[in-house]
């Protein structure tokens, strides 16, 4: 007998993963110090997101506000790159201090086929 149920949205290892080993669904936040969520079902979680597309850009923009990690930031930035939301990157990219975070978002704004990606990097050079 089939089941009626629609295919989850969440990738099936994060599945099998989220059923062992980490904390239900809505005990994980994703900047908080109280519950630390596994970092590599997290970097997963971000990589769906990023490539479902749907303009998560304020849902990722908060994830890397909110997180010191910097495979969680990477795995944002990356996201961003995906979904090709130069807008979001930009925001994030002007508020960033790390040199080598700041660094990869520059690098992916430059490949994006995007106006806002173009004015910002120009900006950046006439720095």
């Known amino acids: 007998m089939r089941s009626s149920r629609a295919p ?3 990738p ?3 599945r099998r993963r989220s059923a062992t080993s980490a904390p239900p669904a809505e005990t994980i936040s994703w900047g908080s110090s109280t519950v630390e969520a596994d970092v590599d079902l997290k970097v997963e979680a971000i990589r769906a997101l990023g490539a479902a597309g749907g303009h998560a850009g304020t849902t990722l923009q908060e994830i890397y506000r909110g997180t010191a ?7 944002v930035i990356d996201a961003l790159f995906v979904d090709e ?3 979001t990157m930009i925001v ?3 508020g960033e201090k790390d040199r080598e975070l700041r ?3 520059l690098q992916k704004l430059s490949m994006m086929d995007s106006p806002d990606a173009l004015e ?3 900006k950046q050079l006439d720095n």
């Open 8 to 10: 989850s949205p969440i």
């Open 12 to 14: 099936t290892c994060a």
């Open 69 to 75: 990690d910097e495979r969680v930031k990477h795995a």
């Open 85 to 87: 939301d130069a807008r």
């Open 92 to 94: 994030l990219a002007r």
């Open 103 to 105: 660094r990869s978002m």
């Open 120 to 122: 910002f990097l120009s």
